[in-house]
């Protein structure tokens, strides 16, 4: 079976530069709203090690869906109303997380993030209007846009679909790391190649390596950046709250050497962590895990 007509048209807005103008505008404004880290860090999701956009839609979503099988049902208007209003004072963590989210992704993905965000827009207006015409009593037009809400609803959760399956937004760009190294210890290189404090790349076995000299030793990390696979090797090393860090030059996540943690978003998942071993002048490096 083929892909339906639609997806192709989806993908279209991928391209759509007539977007960018607004694009950048929407940014600007999120960036300047939302700028303490701390609070970024825990809208991304830093703290619970995934994007919480997905679980902060389950209110207005699953309000909204039950309303509409409520309005099925004679005699529940009182809990349908309930729920549509509930929905729509449910939508601003969804905002917060997604805008959020949104603001550090590539360009192809933001247009298409632009449209989603403004199909979610429109569908909360309709449901706004819903919830007055229901209070007001006139409840067959408020069935009625919360059904137009509903389709939009639809619409955008597609697209959000194509973001996150389709453009591989918000997802773990290094997930595969493990599946790819194989097992035991693996040559990377002798001591003297490095220098000391110098972010450098090796590959092993087709996998790219960070590879940061201190001393006798080295820290090793994926070199491809969990958030959206920036080459960390071009980043910059960095101490922060007395750790050694890499920053990655994309995004400007921030991951410790020493473990591959995050430190800071809007990467969420931690890089893949080599143990590392010299001997005689030779590095050697090993993934737990791997194969």
Not at 145 to 150: D, E, K, Q, V
Not at 163 to 185: I, K, S
Not at 218 to 235: F, I, K, Q, R, Y
Not at 242 to 268: I, M, Q
């Amino acid at each position: 079976m083929r892909e339906l007509g639609i997806v192709k048209k989806i993908a279209v807005l991928e391209d759509a530069e007539v977007l960018d103008p607004v694009v950048n505008r929407v940014r600007d404004i999120v960036n300047a709203v939302v700028r303490p880290r701390g609070l970024r860090d825990l809208l991304h999701g830093v703290p619970v090690g995934h994007a919480v956009h997905p679980v902060a839609v389950m209110l207005p979503i699953g309000a909204w869906v039950s309303s509409a099988i409520l309005d099925c049902v004679p005699g529940s208007e009182k809990a349908s109303r309930l729920l549509v209003g509930a929905g729509v004072a449910g939508v601003l963590p969804s905002v917060a997380t997604g805008l959020t989210d949104w603001s550090e992704l590539h360009e192809q993905q933001q247009r298409v993030g632009l449209v989603h965000a403004a199909s979610n827009t429109v569908a909360t207006a309709f449901y706004a209007a819903s919830f007055v015409q229901r209070t007001r009593g006139r409840h067959a037009s408020g069935r009625v846009l919360g059904l137009a809400g509903l389709a939009f609803v639809g619409f955008s959760g597609y697209l959000g679909g194509h973001l996150a399956y389709r453009q591989a937004a918000a997802v773990n760009h290094a997930e595969d790391v493990p599946h790819r190294f194989p097992t035991g210890w693996r040559h990377l290189g002798a001591l003297e190649e490095f220098a000391h404090n110098e972010l450098t790349q090796r590959t092993v076995d087709g996998v790219p390596l960070l590879v940061v000299r201190s001393g006798a030793g080295v820290d090793v990390l994926a070199n491809t950046c969990s958030h959206l696979s920036g080459p960390l090797d071009e980043g910059e090393l960095v101490v922060d709250g007395g750790e050694r860090c890499v920053v990655c030059p994309w995004h400007k996540s921030v991951f410790s050497l020493s473990t591959g943690d995050v430190v800071h978003g809007p990467a969420t998942a931690p890089q893949p962590k080599f143990e590392s071993r010299v001997t005689d002048g030779s590095i050697e490096v090993m993934l737990e895990g791997a194969g």
